[in-house]
């Protein structure tokens, strides 16, 4: 073998077996051994965690305390340690026992020194793979959710948006509908912005009940309420000099709104049942997948928040209009979950991937992450056909007009191009009318000033 040695503990009551085992597995294994349970247990108990054995070769049959009962604390100690064991007497009992109480394999006496050797490359390439598994896993905790998948021009404008805007301090409005990625924006912004360093905090505004969310925001001083036994900071304190990400704004209570724009505008609050301000000095992201222009005509936003907010918008696109990006999200997702479930990756056929593409996809990016996850873990990609109703490989759709095509030219794409064209239209007209006077074309086109500048931004509108 090449390579540091393998270090070995042989715990056996029988001398000729750590000999044997020192003698023929050779150079690549060094051998330390002890006569019974109790010496093993004591020196793995006694040994820094960086030193012990990487293997455990464990007698069953020793006088005083037993190989099982030796397995349970060692493993107590240290479940990090594989343990084979070694038996005289081939016990199916014995066998069971030691596999359920963490034995990574079983050898019967008397043995060949290649079949121990075997045995033992076995469990250290399992162990190999294993800890591969959770280094790769691990990878994935901390990278997936700062990845928005897909080429599509739509797409590619909002990864522009972000790469232009993370490392400022404007707030954010991410607009989009349930399952298109809203919080992966968040999170590429602020990893992307020069508060990464600092925390990132979610709170989730329809998650919690409206008399809590106050609390939670701003945290509490001690007998502000029944049950506030003690101060509590606020979320808001928690993310000081990082990014608040604040969920479905749209469902925040008017009651609130106020105090959020007091922190937009002057980085300060008062927690519930106190006196004094508390600064801080946080960015504020915010996602919805409401009209907030609605809520406002509705009553229930605040405009003068809802422009605050609104500084830079990012708009996520439902999946149904970027089908191209549909097999770039298949891959990433089957990669994704073979790694984190310990499956072998698995192709989709081109037909299971027409039908995803030909699906309309109502719950966007995430109906199609929990489809694909379910296909890894069950191995079975018929699930496509089970839960796409009426989509038969070779079928006819239900809605053929929505056939497979580029996201530049769906209908959606080309009402939003008109509105827009329309849009731009109006508000040069209007400028031009009134000698670029902005507050009063504001006010012809029933719109706020903030709206209008942004607006004239947006569309590049040049006197």
């Known amino acids: ?139 994935l905790k901390e990278t997936d959710r700062e990845i928005l998948i897909g080429d599509s021009s739509s797409m590619m404008d909002v990864k522009n948006i972000i790469e232009e805007v993370a490392d400022s301090e404007l707030t ?36 919690i009940p409206r008399d809590l969310l106050e609390a939670e925001l701003f945290g509490y001083e001690k007998g502000a309420f029944t049950g506030a036994h003690k101060t509590k900071p606020g979320r808001f304190e928690i993310a000081n000099g990082g990014t608040m990400f604040l969920d479905e704004i749209g469902d925040m209570p008017m009651e609130l709104q106020s105090k959020l724009l007091q922190v937009l505008e002057q980085q300060e609050f008062v927690r519930v049942g106190g006196i004094s301000n508390i600064h801080v000095d946080v960015r504020i992201v915010c996602a919805t997948n409401k009209n907030l222009e609605d809520a406002i005509s509705e009553g229930l936003f605040r405009d003068d928040l809802f422009y605050r907010l609104n500084e830079i918008t990012v708009n996520l696109p439902a ?37 995803l593409q030909n699906f309309d996809w109502p719950g966007n990016v995430r109906q199609l992450e929990n489809l694909i996850k379910q296909i890894v873990v069950r191995s079975d990609e018929n699930i496509i056909y ?30 939003q191009d008109a509105v827009s064209e329309v849009e731009k239209g ?21 719109i706020s000033y903030r709206s209008l500048l942004y607006k004239i931004k947006e569309y590049k509108i040049i006197d």
């Open 1 to 139: 073998m090449s390579g540091e040695a393998i270090n070995i503990l042989v715990i056996d009551d029988d001398p000729k077996v750590p000999w044997i085992l020192s003698e023929g597995l050779g150079n690549g294994y060094t051998v330390e051994s002890v006569r019974d349970g109790r010496e093993g247990i004591n020196k793995i108990s006694q040994t820094p965690p960086g030193n012990r054995p990487e293997l455990i070769l464990l007698d069953i049959q020793m006088p005083g305390m037993n190989g099982i009962e030796v397995l349970e604390k060692i493993r107590g100690i240290d479940g990090n340690i594989d343990i084979i064991m070694l038996s005289g007497h081939g016990d199916t009992k014995n066998i069971v026992d030691s596999v359920k109480k963490g034995a990574a394999e079983f050898i019967n006496k008397p043995f060949d020194v290649r079949e121990v050797e075997i045995h033992i490359r076995s469990v250290l390439e399992k162990r190999r793979l294993k800890e591969e598994l959770n280094r790769l896993q691990q990878k």
């Open 386 to 415: 089970d839960t796409l109703k009426g989509h038969a490989p070779g079928g006819t759709r239900k809605n053929q007009t929505l056939e497979i095509i580029d996201d530049d030219y769906t209908l959606k794409k080309r009402v």
């Open 172 to 207: 954010v409005l991410i607009r989009g509908e349930s399952g298109t990625g809203k919080e992966i924006v968040a999170r590429m912004i602020h990893g992307r912005s020069n508060r990464k360093a600092a925390a990132f905090v979610k709170v989730n505004c329809a998650a």
């Open 426 to 446: 109006m508000i040069s007209k209007v400028l031009h009318k009134t000698n670029w006077n902005r507050r009063k074309a504001a006010k012809l086109l029933d």
């Open 319 to 355: 999946l149904a209009t970027r089908r191209n990006d549909v097999p770039l999200l298949v891959n990433h997702f089957l990669e994704k979950y073979s790694i984190l479930y310990g499956k072998q990756r698995k192709e989709l056929k081109p037909e299971s991937i027409r039908e």
